[in-house]
């Protein structure tokens, strides 16, 4: 059976700086990512990791290439329609938890649906604050919770409008182990009961190995690819980069 990817990336290049010095973050990124599985992106720093996501989620334009969200060709679209669709197709969750820090849980989650002028379905609010370990902190102001906590608010309100995909970029780069862990866990526990797909970049072989797969990008191209990553396999490809680039080109 064949289904839509939920994300599909073809030959994307995104190109900085002024023409006569140009710095090629994305040299032409291939890349489809089946609905309801979890993918890790990884490389060195500088390999074009970020780029890429925010390229995915319509937060930057590629200077080439395509991007279908859904099986949608949103690559020409202009940046109110992006507006929309980041809305409504895409999830994104951050390094630093970007929660305001005046509204409490449950008003942080609710948040996406008043920016788009309606009203936030309780309900909906209530349940993901279950699903992320937070009912009983609902209330609760961000600097009342500790750093796993706010991004676990943070996943939720990325949660809240169903999202095609979930963009994660370095979601646990700021925690300790312990809310590591359970940041990773509960993305896990995302795709595998409410099949959701999830797309992270990290530097960590530990938080890979709760993905499907681990992307590994190298000079702005995707080098390699693994399967049922374990921390140990991706640590020692991390360290041999070199091998799938000898072998790519
Ligand atoms: N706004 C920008 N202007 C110019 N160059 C940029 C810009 N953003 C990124 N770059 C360059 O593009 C390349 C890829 O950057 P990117 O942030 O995607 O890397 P990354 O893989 O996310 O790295 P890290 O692991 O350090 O976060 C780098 O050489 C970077 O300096
Ligand atoms: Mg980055």
């Not at 409504?88 to 005046?102: A, C, N, R, T």
């Not at 609760?140 to 169903?162: D, F, T």
């Not at 409410?194 to 995707?222: N, W």
């Amino acid at each position: 059976m064949t289904s839509t990817p939920a994300l599909s990336v073809h030959d994307v290049t995104r190109t900085y700086g002024d023409p006569g010095n140009p710095v090629r973050a994305l040299d032409g990124v291939t890349l489809t990512v089946a609905p309801g599985t979890f993918t890790a992106v990884m490389g060195p720093s500088g390999s074009g990791k970020s780029t890429f996501l925010n390229c995915a989620a319509g937060l930057e334009s590629p200077s080439s290439g395509r991007i279908l969200i859904g099986g949608e060709d949103v690559t020409d679209w202009s940046e109110s329609r992006r507006t929309v669709l980041r809305r409504e197709k895409i999830g994104i969750v951050f390094q630093s938890f970007h929660l305001m820090p005046y509204l409490n849980a449950e008003q942080n989650v609710g948040l996406p649906a008043r920016l788009a002028g309606g009203r936030p379905d309780k309900a909906r609010i209530r349940e993901l604050l279950a699903v992320v370990g937070l009912a009983e902190r609902s209330r609760h102001l961000p600097a009342e919770l500790s750093g796993g906590q706010q991004q676990r608010v943070a996943i939720a309100r990325a949660l809240v409008g169903n999202p095609a995909i979930l963009l994660a970029d370095e979601p646990t780069g700021a925690l300790d182990s312990a809310s590591a862990r359970d940041v990773l866990a509960l993305l896990r526990t995302t795709v595998d009961t409410l099949g959701q797909t999830v797309l992270m970049v990290t530097h960590d072989p530990v938080a890979a190995s709760y993905a499907d797969e681990v992307v590994f990008m190298v000079d702005g191209l995707v080098a390699g690819r693994m399967g049922q990553p374990t921390a140990e396999a991706v640590a020692g490809q991390m360290a041999h980069l070199d091998d799938l680039v000898k072998v790519t080109s």
